[in-house]
């Protein structure tokens, strides 16, 4: 776990809060190295595809010249949909840090082989916390 990935991450979802999308930041590295970053972009683009791991992916995909990222990492500051879940399966990658979990109710919903890393860190989750709030009473005021 890089917290430094993480930071990149949050950064990225206030990018995207800025631009009017849901503030969900992504990253894929490899051991100290970024691959990729991005942000969420569904509203802008109008695909439903446009979230920040699918992004991400992508990104990495072309910029590797393969389509498995087996070696790689992907830091989240949401944890993945289903959908995400399967790119991310299809991608190869074992490992991925996320700091909430929208569903935590449906905690057994993504049982797999992927290796979901939940960061213990009060002050990012806070942070990230707050930045979904502001969005989402953004969007409630006009």
């Known amino acids: 776990m890089n917290w430094k990935f993480m930071d990149i991450a949050i950064a990225e979802a206030i990018k995207g809060a800025k631009k009017d999308e849901v503030p969900i930041g992504a990253v894929i590295a490899k051991g100290n190295k970024i691959y990729t970053k991005g942000y969420n972009n569904r509203i802008k683009s109008h695909l439903v595809t446009g979230h920040a791991e699918a992004i ?13 990222l087996n070696d790689c990492e992907l830091y989240v500051t949401l944890k993945p949909c289903k959908m995400c879940m399967e790119i991310i399966r299809e991608a190869g990658i074992k490992k991925v840090y996320y700091l909430l979990d929208p569903l935590k109710e449906k905690e057994n919903r993504y049982k797999d082989e992927v290796n979901y890393i939940k960061t213990a860190n009060e002050i990012y989750e806070k942070k990230y916390e707050e930045i979904l709030q502001k969005f989402f009473e953004n969007k409630r005021t006009k």
Do not use: E, Q, S
């Open 56 to 68: 991400v992916i992508n990104k990495a995909c072309k910029k590797l010249k393969y389509w498995k």
